[in-house]
Structures are given as C-alpha cells and as structure tokens.
C-alpha cells in the first residue's frame, strides 16, 4: 500500500501588478484559458512570449512552472518557482508548487523544507501539511507523517485524503486500530475508492477480523474489479476463514491475469487440498516449485510423492 497522489492545484491565477502592460496581462490570461483546456505547450509558448515583454513579473513564470509540472518537466518547473520566489518571497504558493516538483522527482528532504516555507508564510496551509505527511510516509517517518496528517486535518476537518494517509501511516506503525478509524472516516467522507475498503480490509485482516475484511474486499472489488492486490488479499481472508471454495475461485480469477505467480499456485494448493481435491492441489504445488516456492515444493514432498 502506498500513500495517494495530493494532485498539484491548478493556482493559475497568481497575484499580479497593476504595472503590466496589457499586452502581457492579454497574453496570462490566454495562456492560462489554453492550460485550462489541456493545451498545455501552447499555453508555455503563451506564457514564453509574456516573459519576453516583462521579465520582471511573477505570474507568467508562475504559470509556465505549473504547467511544466502538468507536463512532467519537473526540473524546468522548479527553476520557473524559483523565479518567482525571487521575485515574490513572500508568498506561500510558489514554495509549495516547487515543493510537489521535488516531490515527484523523489526529493523528499527538498520537498519538505519547501512545504515548511511555505506553512511559515501561511499557517494554515493545509494542502501542505499534507504533502509534507506524504513526502515523510515516503522517507519512512511514519510518525512524523502521522503528525503532519493530523494538523492538515486540524485546518480541514473534511480532508478526506489527510485520514486515509494518516490510516496508511498508523498501519505501517501497527497501530491497526487507529489506523481502521483513520479509514472509517475516510470512507464516512468518500464511499466511492476503493483503496480505502481495500486498506481498511488489510488493516481489519491484521487484526484477525477476517469475516469484516472480508466484507471490505469484496466493496473495493465492485468499485475495482481489477485491482489484484486487493483480490489476493480476499482470497488469502478466504483461506483463513476456511471458504476453500471462494479460495479457489478468487485464486482462480487471479491466474487468469498473472500466471507466473508461485505464492498463488500454491495457496490455490492449500485450498484444493482442504477439498479434498488432492490431484489439483499437486498440480498447484508442482508449478509453485518449478516458479521457485519452497513452500510448494515441502508440500509436494509431504502430500505428493
């Protein structure tokens, strides 16, 4: 499990000065309405022509770096923010946007300074916050994480986002309970992902309460029917609780999709073994060994030879 993506904002719209020249202002606001409809390298040439006028002013360097990061060009993102703290230190936003492009190309310790510029500016910044939780989960800082998520929320009471994160967190630190109130909320504030049932079945699965994880499955599972993670979870709950029939069939839908996975040959093994269905379940455990289990293959050598 990982922590989600906060997306970056759309903050097109910056402060700007009374002192442009309309034909620059005319030339912003076109290239913020092209990165409005996706035409976002129209929009940078836009925004290119603006800064040839006045390269004095924040807001087309702004702008230019947002869509930079739509695209993916982290590095000259971060260099148009940069810009603009040059030009505007005060102001929160461009740190934080710098932040989210350090973010993603995986400068944890950069991103977390910036997100701490820009909540010193802004107190209240809790998209920050956030991001700040999100940057430590990566570093490992569960607890730190779990600090930055909670104060997001303080500023935010509804961020839906911010309690399943800080769910993930307290799941890393096992603390199973905190973490399945964490996703409780979550889904109190968003029914419709299914990484959160998913999350709070794992959470639940833990804790030995597989019948509810169970029930969590199989909600992500209409919501994703896709999603394999969460169908191996349901059929590994399926084990437990002793329903080697749902076992199979849930193993079975999986190697439709993956099959050169050794653990689901021979967990499918165990299943069909429980059965009684002997034959398939060596079957199973021959393939899991010649995939490299060595579960598989002490199995074959106790059940099947």
Request: charged share 25%; hydrophobic share 40%; aromatic share 14%.
């Amino acid at each position: 499990m990982r922590a989600v993506s906060f997306l970056i904002l759309l903050l097109l719209v910056f402060l700007s000065s009374t002192a442009q020249e309309t034909t620059q202002k005319e030339l912003i606001e076109s290239g913020i309405l092209k990165a409005k409809s996706g035409e976002f390298r129209e929009a940078i040439r836009i925004f290119d022509l603006a800064i040839a006028l006045d390269s004095t002013e924040a807001e087309p360097y702004y702008n230019r770096g947002i869509v930079r990061s739509e695209l993916h060009d982290f590095t000259g993102a971060i260099r148009d923010f940069n810009k603009v703290i040059g030009l505007k230190p005060a102001y929160p936003e461009p740190y934080f946007n710098r932040g989210l492009a350090k973010d993603y190309m995986e400068d944890y310790i950069g991103a977390i300074r910036d997100y701490n510029i820009a909540i010193s500016l802004k107190a209240d910044y809790y998209e920050a916050y956030h991001n700040s939780g999100l940057a430590k989960f990566d570093l490992g800082n569960y607890q730190e994480a779990v600090m930055d998520f909670t104060r997001a929320i303080v500023y935010k009471h509804d961020f839906t986002e911010a309690y399943y994160n800080r769910g993930l967190s307290r799941f890393k630190m096992n603390d199973l309970t905190g973490g399945i109130q964490d996703f409780n909320e979550a889904i109190k504030l968003d029914s419709s992902q299914y990484d959160y049932f998913s999350s709070r079945g794992a959470a639940r699965a833990a804790s030995g309460e597989y019948e509810a994880a169970v029930g969590d499955f199989s909600t992500a599972m209409i919501i994703n029917p896709d999603d394999l993670n969460t169908r191996m979870n349901l059929a590994l709950a399926f084990l437990y609780l002793k329903k080697y029939r749902q076992a199979v069939e849930a193993y079975d839908a999986i190697i439709e999709v993956t099959p050169a996975d050794a653990e689901i040959y021979a967990n499918r093994g165990v299943a069909r073994h429980y059965l009684q269905d002997l034959s398939g379940a060596c079957e199973d455990w021959k393939t899991a060994s010649e995939l490299g289990s060595n579960k598989a293959k002490n199995y074959l050598l106790k059940f099947c030879e």
